[in-house]
């Protein structure tokens, strides 16, 4: 299952991500975590991407990209990969595409998670953190006890003007993959509105159940 997950901010994209990593038992690529290990091993693609971060540059897509192809060449993913964050804009996609064709690999799936941009503003502006536990709790859909109420922290990027500017940023560089992918029969549209088991089998039913490892 070789499979890029796309969606705005908030939509649940990391809870389900979990549940295709388990049952298909492949590896998340995340590329925030992907760059953080190359300029942690000191790579070639590393170095220049550290570079770039140093200068408050963006790291430049072919870098990004050369990290993709090398990291889904190694034998963890053998059975496939979950590829996360990347790409973001449309010309990162089309390159991306390009890449993959010369590696010879193949996708086979983009899963898009549809939100309402007024519910994804409900939920993260919800959102409050824990310093002492670390836990994360919303006050409508997952309230904390009231015993942690006066400790609660609620993050600076949760306020409802630093979503909206995500959810502006997201609908005007990367919902424009969302046809490109359309287009070569690889999009899978999944509603991501209900409980996180709803959104799950929802998952499922447009993925399939993973195959067998031998």
Same mark, same amino acid.
């Given at each position: 299952m070789r499979t890029i997950l796309i969606g705005p901010?908030?939509?649940?994209k990391g809870t389900q991500a979990?549940?295709?990593v388990n049952t298909h038992g492949i590896p998340h690529i995340s590329s925030g975590d992907m760059l953080r290990e190359a300029v942690r091993n000191g790579t070639e693609l590393g170095k220049k991407a550290d570079a770039a971060m140093k200068r408050g540059d963006l790291v430049p897509d072919d870098v990004v990209i050369?990290?993709?192809? $090398?990291?889904i060449g190694r034998p963890d993913c053998a059975r496939g990969f979950l590829l996360d964050g990347f790409p973001r804009t449309r010309p990162q996609a089309e390159a991306l595409d390009v890449a993959l064709a010369a590696a010879g690999v193949a996708l086979d799936a983009v899963v898009l998670f549809e939100v309402p941009d007024s519910l994804?503003?409900?939920?993260?502006?919800?959102?409050?953190?824990?310093? $002492?536990?670390g836990a994360i709790y919303h006050l409508k859909f997952n309230p904390p006890p009231t015993d942690a109420l006066g400790r609660l922290v609620h993050r600076s990027d949760d306020f409802e003007a630093a979503v909206t500017a995500r959810l502006d940023k997201y609908h005007r560089e990367t919902a424009p993959i969302v046809p490109f992918y359309e287009a070569k029969g690889l999009l899978k549209r999944v509603d991501g509105v209900g409980s996180p088991d709803e959104v799950t089998a929802r998952l499922l039913a447009v993925l399939g159940a993973p195959r067998s490892a031998g």
């Open positions: 901010p908030g939509a649940g979990q549940f295709i050369g990290m993709v192809i $090398e990291r994804i503003v409900e939920r993260v502006t919800g959102r409050r953190s824990d310093p $002492e536990t």
